[in-house]
């Protein structure tokens, strides 16, 4: 479970750098942001640009991050995980560690108040999808 944790803060951090000069102020309203939005695009491209470097990279005993990418304000994660969590429990517990790491972020929810949305999804070695976790403004209240 720590995995994720230790990946959303990676994560976390390159979005944060990414969206600081943007998304400033807590204040701003979602009006503005969401005029803002052609903005936010360039920025996510750096973003994945900048964490692309280095891929397939390890980030644990038992997961690596296979690509990461966009597709308009969506950033996708894809990860390759060696052992499978067998239950719906054990998931739905790695989502929740997953939506308060991201949440944690200060720019994150304002950054989804823009309208990103955060994807990682989970294969097995045989490219089966075990999981998707999708995380968006309403995650984070």
């Given at each position: 479970?720590?995995?994720?944790?230790?990946?959303?803060?990676?994560?976390?951090?390159?979005?944060?750098?990414?969206?600081?000069?943007?998304?400033?102020?807590?204040?701003?309203?979602?009006?503005?942001?969401?005029?803002?939005?052609?903005?936010?695009?360039?920025?996510?491209?750096?973003?994945?640009?900048k964490?692309?470097?280095?891929?397939?990279r390890?980030?644990?005993?038992?997961?690596?991050?296979?690509?990461?990418?966009?597709?308009?304000?969506?950033?996708?994660?894809?990860?390759r995980?060696d052992?499978?969590?067998s239950?719906?429990?054990?998931?739905?517990?790695?989502?929740?560690?997953?939506?308060?790491?991201?949440?944690?972020?200060?720019?994150?929810?304002?950054?989804?108040?823009?309208?990103?949305?955060y994807?990682?999804?989970?294969?097995?070695?045989?490219?089966?999808?075990?999981?998707?976790?999708?995380?968006?403004?309403?995650?984070c209240?």
């Amino acid at each position: 479970m720590w995995v994720v944790t230790r990946t959303a803060l990676f994560i976390g951090g390159l979005v944060g750098m990414a969206f600081g000069g943007v998304i400033a102020n807590v204040g701003i309203e979602w009006w503005k942001l969401h005029r803002e939005r052609a903005q936010i695009l360039p920025l996510l491209t750096e973003v994945i640009r900048k964490t692309a470097v280095g891929l397939p990279r390890r980030v644990d005993d038992v997961t690596t991050l296979v690509s990461v990418s966009t597709a308009d304000l969506e950033i996708i994660y894809i990860y390759r995980v060696d052992v499978a969590l067998s239950t719906a429990t054990e998931w739905a517990e790695v989502r929740r560690r997953l939506v308060r790491q991201v949440c944690a972020n200060p720019v994150a929810p304002r950054a989804m108040m823009a309208g990103v949305i955060y994807k990682s999804m989970y294969f097995d070695s045989s490219k089966r999808l075990l999981s998707s976790i999708t995380i968006s403004r309403p995650d984070c209240p």
